[in-house]
């Protein structure tokens, strides 16, 4: 905090240097992409580099935002149970240091309840105007920028594209001004049309001493109107450092941005006043005021918050504790491996596969396989990134088929949207032949949603159809600096990798599966929110493919003996991809697969087609139109909703997501976690340097706590950091969605998203001695400053004692947990009609 | 058949009334789910029933005189209901579009906050819309108009916390209500051509006369039609509203925008097509309207960056379309495109959400990396030319601009004008006035009536100028309400039942009125003012906020209604003048009321903005 306000001061005592503010500003701005990439991130970025409860404030204050739930609702909460009495007293004694101060501060926080949630409004410079000229600045301005913003980076959705939109933004309403015959409202005024002639770094200057008046206020008063609509400010922020993003490209600059919407001000004021008095002139601006929280002063909601987690992550490690001191052992050798992302919703169904036939072994990685790269199916424009954010694809690989697929015809769907059905004259003649049509059409949908996967299965990439190109022929870079394809080093390189991140180098059953996943929606914008995370939000089946097929290759399978893993040639391995909405999975490339396996491969199919019906059936209990079902009910009911227009809610995706354990399978094998926790496979023995640990952390942490993050953000404050109820969205230039036709473009995640979700920072477990994951934290700047600040918590379990050391204030300490957990005989017992979230119970079947 | 078409109005009525019942008392969504279906089966039976006995009597008009709901001494005010085939086919596609929105917005409204009462919110356009198709004299068809811009009203503002949409609702009610001048003044006007009621089932009879095509009258009323029509269905100049409507749940903006309300302007244009459609000269002017809100639409549209937007406007242009094939008389052809069109945009704004997938499917089979680009007749344009073209398109036809500049300003200006007036002399300018007026009363001058109905528009245009008090404001439509009664009621030979039954109905909610609005009022900042957003906190006190601002509107749910109707047939008798006067203040008051009501009870709550915090105990 303080680096940025010596910045901030140092910056005043020069001359206004925009460039520099802008680029300050800039920091602030929420950074989420077009929905196409729709990647979960930590909505508050930018304050992270302070510890977790100090930015939380720093972004109340900026931003006017509600950080924590209300009192009351925790206040609740303890009372049913949801906050337990130990996390509560623990907290409290955390915070005091004596018997009396402990009383007075439980005693505060249980009547805490009667404050009244708190926001802090900056005072508004614009308020000025109001009060001046009558005059509600944003009213006015923002319908008219964001239109022409929309209109500008629109991707396809208008028919008639904005004249001169490849210039810059700036360039192209000079143009239309200058040019259209008709007056361009609210450009055309003399005054507008000779600031359309400066440079908009000019414009800027000349606007800002017309509105603003003094320099000092120039930054402030910019930070206020850029932050007035974060949307678009963000979005164009975006755009202008990773003009990629889109795919009809647009030079697009803040600093335009900033110039139009100076001059669209401009215009408004000059309207109701030709000398209207600038801000300055104003007896509340004579001072630069800035709003005083006294920080000293300790939240209550800051303690509630802390109960709450510490009531979650006390639940999580009683089970790890119980569960790791009676394993469950897997008798004999394993009659198939399966390898899922370590995504939360994984997690059932890894336990249904297991419960089912306790002969499976089920490993965890992210998504990607490992696979640093970009893939372009047969039916994409451009190639997509298939692994994680932070990761730099090195490789780009292209579908080829010998069937054309351009040939398909276009869905009805797409018909509708395409045909242009919305102009005037074709218009008029679609109408009258097709309308009567949709009329039957819309009745069918409504009353008679198919279960068939839907027909909109987007960029998600999930048929085979067709080879893909692996091997790579040649060593040259491409034009963009990729290598088109792997060699059979790097192939073996990727495949041992897996192997050994995953801790799975010996004791290979025949069948090996690669399960990525994927999910469906019909009528959702934010699809791309719903596929693997470590995918970059796409459905992971290319990796899934690439790796099954890599790892088959009899050149990998000699590379991996001299590595010393001993692939053996009666294993084989297959890719698949789990559709998390419909609990359907689809097996890749079956054609190779030996006849031996045949009936393996069939039994395998089985228990996984029963294991995703119990599945269904468990994450059927939050769904409250389905009812009480039985597995194939339930089946039924989750395809359908993924199938039906009129479901908001496909899925729920990964609410209610909570903590990360990074540790062998019989850590977790037989625990019931309530679809709550990721689960990443690491084998501490096999790493004694923290390499290995490293790599997995280094992936883990931004995709889980980005995930969990946009959660926790979106779900504290739905209406700023998330989008609001999802109803009346309106797609925007294929960018984004805006509530009407006037609205800010919105961030974040719906409502009907994160309701279920309880707010609490991700908890990663890692399975390693303290020393070990120290080094290793210390070492990875950018985990660190996850870890260190506390927007992740930590906690490692050593694989030797057992013992438990939660991370707080830069250290390991070592915890002391009771492991008394309930026991059950099945999950089947957690699959009535329940909203609530479940405890962590040990499941021990009979035969145990 | 009179059952079966009494039970059509009543049951999404009584529905209306029940829902909302339960969106105050109770909170459980499988009660008010289980109420919708009891309904949706009971309407769909009815109106299924109702067209089966209709067809058995060989698809003859039917009409039932159901008796009078008000009658003085030379004034009734009969209820009549009429079934003919334009009626039929928009009550099936009434009921069908409604039927599948209330089952679609079952499962889509889940645990949405306000679950019940969006139902009863549709129900009460399911009601306006049914009464509208079976109303049978003007005077019906009027009073369903209000219903369906009330439903309108409350549907836009559906997300009554924020504050755009209720914006949003106040410019398409303001719309509605400047139309309401062109029904409630042809109701008036047309009594005054045939001297008695019109019922719907004579028009072709009453038109017959040909010399008649030819009086002034008629052209007038056809022009009142005229405005009333492309008010409601956004034609020129209003077609702004409509895409800024979009700001309730989708479903209620397919329904509204897409499906149903869009056409209630082409059924208006239908039912009275033998008035209209008598002269060439009307006849053109309804197909050029058609035609110029067709172009701008299209235009407009085509320069939409969102899809809803893009959506509403290619409605209009169809809408556009229908006007100019009625005004070539191809009445037929509307009813089918009317169907059609409401069923494909329907349908479009229902699956909105799927844009993006499917355009980024269909742009990567064709493997262009942009839109499929259609041949468009822009590109052959030379480049001024095309820019011009995409600066009108942008500005809309600058019809926004122009309408503020030639309506709201003036009105605004003027009412500021009464308003500084009143300050300079101490707000004592409604003692002045009646002091004035006592004194015309007193010496008989002829002149009272034109001073009282002056003094009535002006204290509309003060409340309408009044931004900084509620109650000031409520109190000036009230005593311009109370003007305009008198004004009538001096007038010669005027029952006096009549007056009695408006002032009691002006009255009553104004006084109850003033109590909620001084009560709301409370908290009040001394600044303009600013939403209250009362209903989000208590739904009560802000119900019977509406129904007083009802009342006061002279909606029809009270006695001023017909007491209001009752009084401008006089005032149209005796002056047409004193009526367009007199409508003027209605339209300005019924606007008036309902930005009162947005800023008393709609808006987001104001939040707390205190920084609370637990001092830690020092030892």
């Known amino acids: 905090m303080s680096e940025t306000q010596t910045e901030k001061e140092g910056a005043q005592a020069n001359s206004f240097d925009l460039h520099k503010v802008v680029s300050r500003i800039s920091h602030w701005l929420p950074s ?29 204050q900026l931003l006017g935002t509600h950080n924590y739930l209300p009192l009351q609702t925790y206040l609740d909460w303890f009372e049913a149970g949801k906050i337990s009495q130990a996390a509560f007293e623990k907290i409290v004694s955390d915070h005091s240091s004596s018997p009396k101060e402990k009383m007075h501060l439980s005693q505060q926080l249980l009547q805490s309840g009667t404050d009244k949630a708190s926001l802090i409004h900056r005072p508004r410079m614009r308020s000025h105007w109001k009060k001046t000229l009558g005059v509600d600045l944003d009213l006015v301005v923002h319908p008219q920028l964001f239109q022409l913003l929309g209109n500008y980076l629109d991707q396809g959705i208008a028919l008639w594209r904005m004249p001169h939109a490849n210039q810059t933004l700036w360039n192209a309403v000079a143009k239309l001004t200058s040019e259209s015959f008709l007056p361009f409202l609210p450009f055309s005024t003399k005054y507008c049309r000779q600031l359309l002639h400066m440079t908009p770094e000019n414009a800027i200057q000349f606007c800002l001493n017309k509105i603003v008046g003094e320099e000092r206020l120039f930054e402030s008063y910019l930070q206020e109107m850029l932050l007035a609509h974060p949307g678009w400010s963000g979005m164009v922020h975006m755009v202008e450092s990773a003009p990629q993003t889109l795919a009809v490209p647009r030079p697009i600059k803040l600093i335009d941005v900033i110039a139009i919407e100076l001059i669209l001000e401009y215009a408004a004021l000059s309207k109701k006043h030709i000398d209207f008095p600038p801000i300055s002139s104003s007896p509340e ?31 999580i490690c009683k089970g790890l504790i119980a569960n790791r ?146 091997l790579r022929e040649n060593n040259t870079l491409n034009k963009q600096g990729l290598y088109e394809g792997y060699n059979y080093d790097e192939m073996a390189d990727r495949v041992a990798g897996v ?19 994927g999910a469906s929606s019909v ?100 769904f409250q139109s389905a009812g009480k079902v039985t597995p194939e009910l339930a089946l039924n009911h989750v395809r359908q909703r993924g199938a039906s227009i009129f479901e908001p809610r496909p899925e729920l995706n990964h609410a209610t997501n909570s903590s990360c354990i990074v540790g062998r399978r019989s850590l977790t094998r037989g625990l019931f976690l309530d679809r709550r926790a990721f689960l990443n496979s690491y084998d501490p023995m096999e790493d004694p340097s923290g390499t290995i640990l490293n790599g997995i952390l280094s992936a883990v942490v931004p995709v889980c706590g980005g995930i969990n993050l946009e959660y926790y953000f979106s779900r504290m404050d739905p209406e700023r950091y998330g989008a609001g109820t999802k109803l009346p969205h309106n797609v925007v230039g294929l960018i984004g969605v805006a509530n009407g036709i006037q609205g800010d473009l919105l961030t974040g995640l719906p409502t009907q998203m994160t309701e279920f979700h309880d707010p609490v920072r991700l908890l990663v477990v890692v399975e390693q001695e303290p020393e070990l994951v120290f080094k290793t934290i210390r070492g990875n700047d950018s985990v660190w400053e996850w870890v260190n600040n506390e927007w992740i918590r930590l906690a490692c379990l050593s694989p030797h004692t057992a013992n438990l050391y939660f991370f707080e204030k830069g250290i390991f300490n070592p915890v002391e947990i009771d492991a008394a957990i309930p026991l059950v005989s099945s999950s089947d017992n957690f699959c009535g009609p329940n909203l609530e979230w479940i405890r962590t119970h040990l499941i021990r079947g009979n035969k145990t | 058949m009179n059952i079966l078409l009494f039970s059509l109005l009543a049951i999404p009525l009584f529905g209306s009334a029940l829902t909302a019942l339960l969106s105050l008392f109770a909170h459980s969504e499988k009660r008010v789910a289980r109420c919708l279906v009891g309904i949706k089966i009971g309407y769909l039976g009815v109106l299924a029933s109702l067209l089966l006995v209709w067809a058995k009597s060989g698809f003859v008009p039917y009409e039932w005189r159901a008796g009078n709901l008000y009658q003085s001494k030379d004034y009734v005010y009969p209820i009549v209901l009429y079934l003919d085939h334009v009626g039929a086919v928009f009550l099936v596609m009434t009921g069908y579009i409604s039927a599948i929105i209330i089952r679609f917005c079952r499962y889509y409204m889940h645990r949405e906050e306000g679950y019940a009462r969006f139902f009863s919110k549709i129900l009460l356009f399911l009601f306006g819309m049914t009464f509208l198709t079976v109303a049978g004299t003007v005077d019906l068809l009027f009073a369903a108009w209000e219903i369906l811009g009330l439903a309108s009203f409350l549907l836009i503002a559906f997300y009554r916390h924020r504050v755009t949409p209720v914006r949003s609702a106040l410019t398409a009610y303001s719309v509605y209500r400047v139309c309401d001048l062109g029904v409630l003044l042809g109701a008036w006007l047309s009594f005054h051509i045939w001297h008695s009621i019109t019922y719907f089932s004579q028009l072709p009879q009453l038109m017959a006369n ?50 149903l309300s869009i056409h209630a302007g082409v059924f208006l244009l239908l039912r009275t097509y033998p008035i209209w459609h008598a002269t060439q000269v009307t006849a053109l002017l309804v197909g050029l309207i058609g035609g110029l809100s067709a172009f701008l639409a299209t235009i407009a549209g085509r320069t939409q960056s969102s899809i809803k937007g893009q959506i509403a406007y290619a409605s209009i242009t169809q809408v556009g379309l229908m006007l100019i094939e009625l005004a070539l008389g191809f009445k037929t052809l509307v009813l089918f495109h009317f169907v059609a069109n409401a069923s494909l945009r329907c349908y479009q704004l229902l699956v909105s959400p799927s844009v993006v997938a499917q355009i980024l499917r269909m742009q990567g089979q064709a493997g262009t990396g942009a839109r499929v680009s259609d041949w468009s007749i822009e590109r052959i344009l030379p480049v001024r030319l095309r820019s ?232």
């Open chain 2, 388 to 619: 011009t073209f995409y600066v009108l398109a942008f500005n809309e036809g600058y019809l926004l601009q122009i309408i503020r500049a030639i309506v709201l300003y003036p009105v605004q200006r003027f009412g500021r004008f009464v308003h500084t007036l009143d300050k300079s002399i101490k707000g004592t300018l409604p003692l002045f006035l009646i002091a004035l007026l006592s004194g015309c009363l007193y010496f008989h001058l002829p002149s009272s009536t034109t001073v009282c109905a002056l003094l009535a528009l002006a204290a509309s245009l003060a409340a309408f100028a009044e931004k900084h008090s509620a109650h000031r404001s409520w109190n000036a439509i009230g005593l311009s309400c109370l003007l305009g009664g008198v004004s009538v009621w001096i007038l010669d030979g005027v029952s006096s039942q009549d007056v009695y039954t408006y002032l009691f109905g002006i009255l009553v909610p104004w006084l109850i009125g003033l109590f909620v609005v001084l009560k709301l009022e409370k908290k009040e900042a001394a600044l303009e003012l600013d939403f209250l957003g009362t209903a989000n906190g208590r739904p009560t006190i802000a119900l019977l906020c509406l129904i007083c601002c009802l009342g006061l509107a002279a909606f029809p749910i009270g006695p001023a209604f017909v007491g209001e109707d009752a009084l401008l047939h006089h005032a149209v008798g005796k002056h047409l003048w004193l009526g367009i006067s007199l409508t003027t203040s209605f339209v300005l008051n019924g606007i008036s009321v309902a930005r009162l009501y947005a800023h008393l009870c709609l808006g987001p709550l104001p939040e707390q903005t205190v920084v609370t915090g637990i001092q830690v105990e020092q030892n």
């Open chain 1, 499 to 517: 192997l050994k991140s995953t801790g799975c180098t010996k004791h290979f059953s025949d069948l090996i599966v690669f399960v990525a996943h």
């Open chain 1, 523 to 622: 009528n959702n914008p934010y699809f791309a929110a719903y596929d693997c995370g470590a995918c970059s939000g796409r459905p992971g089946a290319p990796n899934a493919r690439a790796i099954s097929w890599m790892a088959n290759q009899k050149e990998v399978r000699t590379r991996l003996q001299s590595e010393g893993i001993h692939l053996p040639e009666s294993s084989h391995v297959i890719g698949a991809m789990h559709d998390t909405t419909r609990d359907e999975v689809i097996y890749f490339d079956l054609e190779t697969l030996p006849s031996r396996l045949q009936a393996t491969f069939e039994a395998f199919r089985t228990t996984m087609d029963t294991s995703l019906k119990k599945n269904a059936k468990e994450r059927c209990r939050r």
């Open chain 2, 210 to 259: 040909t010399s008649l095509a030819y009086m002034p009258q008629i052209q007038v009323l056809s022009l009142l039609l005229l405005l009333a029509a492309a008010g409601k269905s956004a034609q020129f100049p209003f077609i702004f509203w409509l895409p800024r409507a979009m700001e309730g749940p989708t479903p209620s903006s397919a329904i509204f925008y897409g499906a």
């Open chain 1, 32 to 60: 989420q992409g077009p929905l196409k990439d729709f990647i979960h991130h930590n909505t508050l970025h930018a304050f992270q580099d302070r510890p977790f409860h100090q930015g939380l404030e720093a972004a109340s």
């Open chain 1, 285 to 315: 601006w004579r001072n630069d005021s800035e709003v005083k929280v006294n920080s000293a002063s300790l939240k209550p909601e800051v303690l509630w918050q802390e109960a709450l987690e510490w009531t979650v992550y006390e639940d």
């Open chain 1, 325 to 470: 001191a009676a394993p469950l052992q897997l008798p004999g050798g394993a009659s198939a491996q399966a390898f899922f992302c370590i995504d939360d919703r994984e997690c059932s169904l890894r336990r249904h596969l297991e419960e089912t036939d306790p002969s499976i072994e089920t490993f965890s990685i992210a998504g990607f396989f490992g696979l640093d790269w970009l893939f372009q199916g047969v039916d994409q424009v451009a190639p997509t990134k298939l692994c994680p954010v932070p990761v730099t694809p090195k490789y780009l690989v292209k579908e080829t088929t010998a069937l054309s697929v351009n040939t398909k015809k276009p869905t009805v769907l797409q018909l509708l949207h395409l045909s242009p059905s919305n102009t005037l004259f074709r218009g008029w003649a679609i109408t009258q032949v097709l309308g009567l049509w949709h009329a039957l059409t819309l009745a069918f949908q409504v009353f008679r949603p198919g279960s068939k996967r839907a027909v909109d299965q987007i960029l998600s990439h999930i048929e085979s159809s067709g080879s893909l190109n692996l």
